[in-house]
């Protein structure tokens, strides 16, 4: 039995006054800068704080320079970057769905990732495609930017594929859950049957991918994740007012002039290749695109105008104290940030089940 919950129109409880939004907007941002901060002297390497800062200003030893420039540093920004977008998609898929508990992974696109980055990794870089059971040869063979680009090119593709098929129905938004939850029931079978067939080799390859881990970002995946957050965002940003209207309802929405299925298409789409670039280079980070929109709306309100900025900036928050959790719990290494979001944000997704009166059963 499944039952989709229906998101009420919300109003701040906390700042209700549009100067104190602002005010808000405001200690949201000094509390990520913060964090990044914070981020910049919590690490496996164990250097005490004066090398930390002696390396950020490349006074430090070479080793300590090139852990915090090359290692530190490109993770925190993909921690900022990555937890922004997984937000604000997750927000957006949200209000577009009427759907409190949609997320980024709705629309079974992390799972067609996964899908995509295991063919890859099994099937060409590290498996009974290409390599056989030769660590060296695998070693030799992966390319992070094809498997990458495999990951995103699956999850595009079922996006588009749930997108075609709700056409039929007009874009109804039970329609569009349930077609996702389906497809990515269909990518995982998939997944699963590619591991079985899979070498040793191939398969821990696999299974380590599939962990959110942000140690593997780069200033270009960065530079191409910060590309794809931007922009979508600043279109959100843009159609702010439509999805203000569109939580008056449907018929409001239509009445006000508003394309409700064009609108629910560009969003979609939008949202999908956030998560699909997040997803492809830095695995399975679940959660962030529900923990965080929800709370802005308690403390915001839905007025979008600053509910889009508030998710961007507590999603970058999320992230950056998960990551320093997993750095610091981690003994010596640091454990898959992905591991961190999902123990923090399963107890609050049952917490929005069983507070959530308004349910229609299907």
């Keep these: ?20 939004k602002y005010v808000f907007l405001s200690l949201l941002l000094i509390i990520a800068v913060f964090m ?18 002696s390396a950020i200003f490349r006074q430090g030893t070479d080793v300590n320079n090139k852990i915090i420039w090359n290692i530190r540093i490109p993770r925190i920004l993909a ?15 949200q209000t577009v769905l009427g759907n409190s508990l949609a ?28 390599t056989g059971n030769n660590l060296a040869s695998y070693t030799a063979g992966i390319n992070l930017f094809s498997t990458s680009l495999i990951a995103f090119i699956f999850s595009v593709a079922s996006t588009l594929l749930i997108l075609g098929l709700c056409r039929i129905r007009s874009f109804s938004p039970d329609v569009v859950v349930l077609s996702g939850v389906a497809l990515g029931a269909v990518w995982t079978a998939a997944t699963t049957i590619l591991q079985f067939y899979a070498t040793d080799v191939g398969l821990s390859a696999a299974i380590i991918w599939n962990f959110g881990d942000l140690g593997r970002a780069t200033y270009q ?16 940003c843009l159609l702010s007012w439509k999805y203000n209207s569109l939580l008056s309802g ?21 949202a999908s290749v956030i998560t699909a670039i997040c997803v492809s280079f830095l695995g399975i980070i679940g959660f962030v695109g529900i923990i965080c929109p929800h709370i802005m709306k308690k403390i915001i309100g839905q007025d979008h105008r600053f509910l889009i900025p508030a998710s ?9 104290i998960s990551d320093t959790l997993s750095r610091g719990l981690g003994n010596g290494s640091s454990l898959p940030v992905g591991a961190i979001t999902s123990l923090l944000g399963a107890p609050f997704f049952l917490a929005i089940i069983l507070s959530n009166r308004r349910r229609i059963e299907c």
């Design 312 to 320: 961007l900036l507590s999603g970058s928050i999320l992230l950056l």
């Design 103 to 130: 997320s980024p992974s709705t629309l079974g696109v992390s799972n067609a990732a996964v899908f995509g980055a295991n063919l890859s990794i099994i099937a060409f870089s590290g498996g009974f495609l290409f």
């Design 79 to 93: 921690a900022i970057i990555a937890g922004a977008g997984l937000s604000v998609s997750g927000l957006i898929m």
């Design 36 to 53: 990044a901060v914070i981020c910049l002297f919590v690490g496996s390497s164990n250097m005490s704080f004066s090398e930390c800062l």
């Design 221 to 236: 995946i960065d530079l191409i994740m910060f590309i794809a957050v931007f922009v979508s965002s600043l279109i959100f």
């Design 250 to 270: 449907m018929e409001t929405a239509k009445s006000m002039g508003i394309n409700v299925a064009l609108l629910r298409f560009v969003s979609l789409m939008l």
């Design 1 to 20: 039995m499944l039952y989709l919950m229906k998101q009420p129109y919300q109003r701040a409880f906390i700042v209700p006054d549009k100067t104190n």
